[in-house]
C-alpha cells in the first residue's frame, strides 16, 4: 500500500469483521500492487470487533479489485453467519 495523501481517492468496496479475512486480503491486495487501506483495522480488534473495517480501494482500481475478489464472501465474527457485499 502506497501513501494516503488524499482518501477522497477511495471508495469502499466491501467490510470485514474479522483478522483472518484482513489478512487474507491484504495477501492478495498487495501482491497485486493494488492502492488501498483498511479503515478502522487498529481500532476494532479494541472494541471486539462489533464495528466493521471498510475495505478502501483507489477509485481507479475499484474494477480490478472487483475482478480479483469475485463473490468473496467472508465470515462474520457473529454465530458464523455469512456476509456478502455487493462486488
Do not use: W
Not at 468496496?13 to 500492487?33: H, M, P, Q, T
Request: hydrophobic share 45%; net charge negative.
Amino acid at each position: 500500500m502506497s501513501n494516503i495523501e488524499n482518501t477522497s481517492d477511495f471508495e469502499m468496496v466491501l467490510e470485514i469483521y474479522n483478522a483472518g479475512d484482513r489478512v487474507f486480503l491484504r495477501s492478495i491486495l498487495d501482491a497485486e500492487g493494488i492502492d488501498y487501506y483498511i479503515q478502522g483495522e487498529t481500532v476494532a480488534p479494541y472494541i471486539f470487533n462489533s464495528v466493521p473495517m471498510r475495505l478502501m480501494v483507489k477509485k481507479d482500481q475499484v474494477v480490478q479489485v472487483e475482478a480479483l475478489l469475485g463473490n468473496f464472501i467472508q465470515s462474520s465474527a457473529y454465530g458464523g453467519l455469512k456476509r456478502m457485499i455487493d462486488i
